[in-house]
């Protein structure tokens, strides 16, 4: 799946990289227009989306005006109709719900671009809440070492660095900083990865289970745009690092 990275012009740091469901996302929520710049790999080089006829028409396609038709009926040779049952005539709130998709008839046309939207922003905002329980497991089980402010006994210290790595980033998060989605998928990798042999040389295998749920789900939560999957994912992230939080403080 082909990946993007963005930026506005004048802006010096990128954004990304998205899918281009997300980049739909980002163009129905009015983040990204049709002046905002992505890197097109082929060429080497950053040029406008509204350059590209295909990227304009996918992330901001030409919606249909709604139109009322009217409705057929046939007449009978036999019965009168009564005033009752004549036609009536449409409101104003019955237009907006229709072109909402909040009508029995055009459910099914509602764009889908909202849902992923509002799905992708409480994805961020899962992550971020992972990421503050794990920091605040791996910050305070280390209280004695963060607190001497000492310089060296900070550097020294694995899970100190990694719990300041988890408050950062957890901050930039509830800040919607997005460019460091990247950086989100490297720290969960490094949550297996170090935690494996961490716990694993103590033959703790309890906390590293937990710390391995609470990864994986971090790592899914940085491209998931469904609502559904984004609270399922959630779930088992924050159950995953709060256990592993609960260890490190028991």
Do not use: C
């Amino acid at each position: 799946m082909q990946e993007y990275y963005i930026r506005k012009e004048g802006d010096e740091d990128s954004r990304g990289p998205f899918t281009i469901e997300q980049l739909a996302s980002l163009a129905e929520a009015g983040q990204i227009d049709r002046t905002t710049l992505y890197y097109d790999a082929e060429a080497e080089k950053w040029v406008d989306i509204q350059s590209n006829e295909q990227l304009i028409a996918t992330l901001f396609p030409v919606k249909k005006k709604l139109s009322i038709r009217k409705k057929e009926t046939v007449a009978s040779l036999n019965i009168t109709p009564k005033p009752e049952e004549e036609e009536k005539p449409i409101t104003v709130e019955e237009m907006l719900a229709a072109a909402d998709g909040r009508t029995e008839d055009t459910r099914d046309k509602r764009d889908l671009t909202v849902a992923q939207a509002t799905a992708a922003m409480w994805g961020m905002r899962a992550m971020g809440l992972i990421l503050l329980v794990s920091a605040a497991g791996l910050l305070i089980s280390r209280m004695d070492i963060v607190a001497s402010l000492e310089f060296k006994a900070i550097a020294t210290s694995p899970l100190v660095l990694i719990g300041l790595l988890d408050l950062i980033l957890s901050l930039l998060l509830f800040l919607e900083v997005t460019s460091i989605y990247p950086a989100i998928r490297s720290r969960a990798a490094l949550g297996i990865g170090f935690f494996l042999v961490y716990f694993g040389s103590i033959g703790d295998w309890v906390p590293l289970a937990a710390v391995t749920v609470g990864s994986i789900a971090l790592y899914l939560l940085t491209s998931l745009v469904q609502m559904p999957r984004v609270i399922l994912t959630a779930i088992f992230g924050l159950a995953g690092m709060g256990g592993f939080a609960y260890k490190l403080l028991s």
